[in-house]
């Protein structure tokens, strides 16, 4: 079984920067793609970013150039860099992995990002 914990939301001013992370723990194997989703009220759920276990990223256009996706194998742990904020992108964010081999998805728990002045 694979846990996954994400930490780091909050409420920021637009403009603004928040780093999200989430660590796995349980039978996860590097070699599976890790990401990012997010579920805004009433809408949804949406890919954000992936990463892969050789470090290729995905984007989805909406955040193309402000947000940054990373990961450390060795910690089990995936990150999201949030920059230049904006109020659509309140939303509540929810790390994923999917195993390489059985494409089974696993989900955290979600931590709430909330940009609003």
């Known amino acids: 079984q694979v846990q996954l914990e994400e930490s780091g939301g909050g409420l920021v001013q637009p403009g603004g920067s928040l780093r999200l992370s989430c660590v796995a723990s349980g039978r996860i194997s590097s070699m599976n793609t890790m990401g990012w989703y997010r579920q805004a009220p009433g809408k949804e759920r949406e890919l954000v970013a992936t990463?892969?276990?050789?470090?290729?990223?995905n984007y989805a256009h909406s955040i193309k150039g402000r947000f940054t996706i990373s990961r450390d194998n060795a910690k089990k742990m995936v990150y999201l860099q949030m920059n230049s904020l904006k109020p659509e992108d309140t939303a509540v964010y929810y790390c994923?992995?999917?195993?390489?081999?059985?494409?089974?998805?696993?989900w955290g728990q979600g931590t709430q990002v909330i940009v609003s002045s």
């Open positions: 994923n992995t999917r195993n390489w081999s059985s494409g089974t998805d696993y």
């Open positions: 990463i892969t276990h050789r470090g290729s990223r």
